[in-house]
Nanobody
């Protein structure tokens, strides 16, 4: 099947930066959208940013101008550069990929295990 592995979370002071990475591996035929979502304690999981194979991106209003999503289609990786971090960005960040598994003809969503981002002084 397919595995997504995230890295890059941690503790940072307000105004600081972090870079999250996610690598997809396994029986991948193709990937359409890749993206990042986050879930803060007591809140629902929400979209942060997505990017499709053509490179078109979509951002939550709360992160526009501060976060940048990018991907490497050849390596099946997606990266989230987070700048000017705020305490309200504190959450577990999850990577998601829409994947067609080899031998199938439909997209299926796969999720990473999540990485903690804490913004605090």
């Amino acid at each position: 099947q397919v595995q997504l592995v995230e890295s890059g979370g941690g503790l940072v002071q307000p105004g600081g930066s972090l870079r999250l990475s996610c690598a997809a591996s396994g029986s991948i035929f193709t990937i359409n959208a890749m993206g990042w979502y986050r879930q803060a304690p007591g809140k629902q999981r929400e979209l942060v940013a997505t990017i499709i194979s053509s490179g078109r991106t979509n951002y939550a209003d709360s992160v526009k101008g501060r976060f940048t999503i990018s991907r490497d289609n050849a390596k099946n990786t997606v990266t989230l550069q987070m700048n000017s971090l705020k305490p309200e960005d504190t959450a577990v960040y999850y990577c998601k990929a829409e994947v067609i598994v080899r031998g199938t003809t439909y997209y299926r969503d796969y999720w990473g295990q999540g990485t903690q981002v804490t913004v605090s002084s």
